[in-house]
C-alpha cells in the first residue's frame, strides 16, 4: 500500500476510535479493480443500552439494510480497506476526506468546522422547538392545537435545521473567544436579514433565551407589512425589549452592525446585500442560505471552453450559475479573513435552497493563491459576481 494512503487511513482509524467525538463515516465508490459489498456504507455511533454502539447501513443500491457493532468489536481499518475510493470521516470538530485515485493515490483533505454528534438510536432528532410553544403558534407554523401546520413543516424543518447548526457554531466561536460572551449588559446581537415573517428571526430568540444566552435580535425586511405584523407578534409574546423589526431595504439598514448575521432565502442578490453589511459592520459569523440567484447567469455569455457542454444545456447553466454564485461568496469571505465552509443545512426533500454558507471571522490571512484563482475564475468567465462590488476587496 502507497505510504500516503497507509497514513491517510491511520489518520482516519484514529478519528473513528474517538467514539465520544465521531459524528458518521460514510464509504462510497469503488476502487480501481475492487469490488465492494454495498453502493454506499454509513456509520454511525448509536447509545444502545448505555453502550456506544456503531450503527452500520448498508445500502445495495435499492435497499438499506442496518446492523449494530459494539465499538470495541469495531474493526475500522477492515472497513477502510474495504475497497472504497471515497471515505468520510466526520467528527464534532471537522471532517477528514480521502479520496482513492485510479492510480491507488490518497487525496486527502481535512476540513474544520463543528458538527454535532446525534447518538440516537432510532434516528428521530429530537427537536429544538416545541411545536406548542406559544411562539410557533403566532407566527403560524403551528395551529392552535400546538400541532404543526402541514403547509408550514417545511419551513418549521429548515428553521429547526438551521439552529441545529446555529448552536454548535455559536457556542465554539464563543469558546474560542472568537465572539465575545454574551452579558446582560452587553448581549449578542444578531441580524435576520431578509426576515419576512420572521419564523426563524423569533425561533433564535426564544431559542436563545430558553438556554439563557442574553441576546437581542433585530429583524430587517424591506415590507412594512411584515414589520408591523412582527411587531404586534413580538409585543403579545411580550419580548419586545430584547426583539425588534426595522422596515428597511438591507442595504440601507439604519443597524450598523451585529456579532452575527443570519439569512434564510433573502432574495436574489439581498443575499449579497446581506454578506456585504454583514462583515462590513465586522460580523464576527455569518449563517447564510441564499435563495433563487439571477445576477450570474444573465453575465454566463462569454462561457470558456470546455465549460460549454454544460451551459448549452439551460437547466444545467442555471445551476451552474448558482454553484458558481454561491462559490463566489464563500471565496470572497475567505479573502477577507473568513473561515468559510459550504454545506446543506437540510434535505433536498424540503426545500432546493438547502445550501448554507457558514462563515466565522479569524482574519486569518488567505493565501495568494486563492486571491489568483478567484481572479482567474473572473477573468475566464468574463464575470463580476454581485457581492465583489459591494466588499471592500484588496486582491
Ligand atoms: C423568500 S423570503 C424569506 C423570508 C424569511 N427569511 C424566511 O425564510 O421565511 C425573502 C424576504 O426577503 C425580503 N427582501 C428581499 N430583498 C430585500 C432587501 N433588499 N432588503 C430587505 N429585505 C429584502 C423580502 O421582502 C422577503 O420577505
Not at 62 to 85: P, Q, W
Not at 346 to 369: F, Q, Y
Request: glycine share 4%; aromatic share 4%; hydrophobic share 40%.
Amino acid at each position: 500500500m502507497a505510504t500516503e494512503l497507509e497514513a491517510a487511513f491511520n489518520s482516519a482509524a484514529q478519528l473513528i476510535s474517538d467514539t465520544s467525538k465521531l459524528v458518521r463515516i460514510v464509504l462510497s465508490g469503488r476502487r480501481r479493480n475492487m469490488t465492494v459489498p454495498f453502493e454506499r456504507i454509513d456509520i454511525r455511533p448509536v447509545l444502545i443500552k448505555g453502550a456506544i454502539t456503531l450503527q452500520i447501513a448498508q445500502n445495495d443500491g435499492r435497499v438499506t439494510t442496518t446492523k449494530n457493532i459494539e465499538a470495541k468489536d469495531f474493526d475500522s481499518s477492515s472497513y477502510l480497506e474495504m475497497g472504497y475510493a471515497n471515505i468520510l470521516v466526520e467528527h464534532t470538530s471537522g471532517a477528514l476526506t480521502i479520496r482513492i485515485t485510479k492510480k491507488g493515490e490518497a487525496q486527502v483533505h481535512e476540513e474544520k468546522g463543528v458538527r454535532e454528534q446525534n447518538l440516537e438510536h432510532d434516528r428521530k432528532k429530537s427537536r429544538l422547538l416545541d411545536a406548542s410553544d406559544p411562539f410557533l403558534i403566532e407566527v403560524g407554523i403551528s395551529d392552535s392545537q400546538g400541532r404543526v401546520k402541514p403547509t408550514k413543516a417545511d419551513k418549521y424543518l429548515q428553521v429547526e435545521e438551521f439552529l441545529r447548526l446555529l448552536v454548535p457554531t455559536l457556542n465554539a466561536a464563543i469558546e474560542a473567544k472568537q465572539i465575545a460572551k454574551p452579558t446582560a449588559d452587553k448581549p449578542l446581537v444578531i441580524a435576520d436579514l431578509g426576515c419576512g415573517s420572521a419564523y426563524l428571526t423569533f425561533a433564535v430568540h426564544q431559542y436563545l433565551k430558553s438556554i439563557d444566552m442574553p441576546v437581542h435580535v433585530i429583524g430587517i425586511d424591506i415590507r412594512p407589512e411584515s414589520l408591523k405584523r412582527n411587531n404586534e407578534i413580538a409585543k403579545k409574546l411580550k419580548i419586545e425589549k430584547s426583539i425588534e423589526f426595522r422596515a428597511e431595504a438591507i442595504d440601507q439598514t439604519s443597524l450598523t452592525s451585529c456579532d452575527v448575521a443570519i439569512a434564510l432565502h433573502a432574495c436574489d442578490t439581498a443575499t449579497d446585500d446581506a454578506i456585504a453589511w454583514a462583515v462590513t459592520g465586522g460580523a464576527k459569523l455569518l449563517l447564510i442560505a441564499p435563495c433563487c440567484q439571477h445576477d450570474l447567469q444573465t453575465q454566463m455569455s462569454q462561457v470558456p471552453e470546455p465549460w460549454n457542454i454544460l451551459t448549452k444545456h439551460g437547466l444545467m447553466k442555471e445551476r451552474l450559475g448558482d454553484l458558481m454564485t454561491d462559490a463566489l461568496r464563500a471565496q470572497i469571505l475567505k479573502l477577507l479573513g473568513y473561515r468559510t465552509e459550504v454545506i446543506e443545512f437540510i434535505g433536498g426533500e424540503h426545500t432546493p435552497r438547502n445550501i448554507m454558507i457558514r462563515a466565522v471571522l479569524t482574519n486569518a490571512k488567505a493565501d495568494s493563491k486563492d486571491a489568483e484563482t478567484y481572479k482567474k475564475m473572473l477573468s475566464d468567465w468574463q464575470i463580476d459576481p454581485a457581492l465583489a462590488s459591494r466588499v471592500n476587496l484588496i486582491i
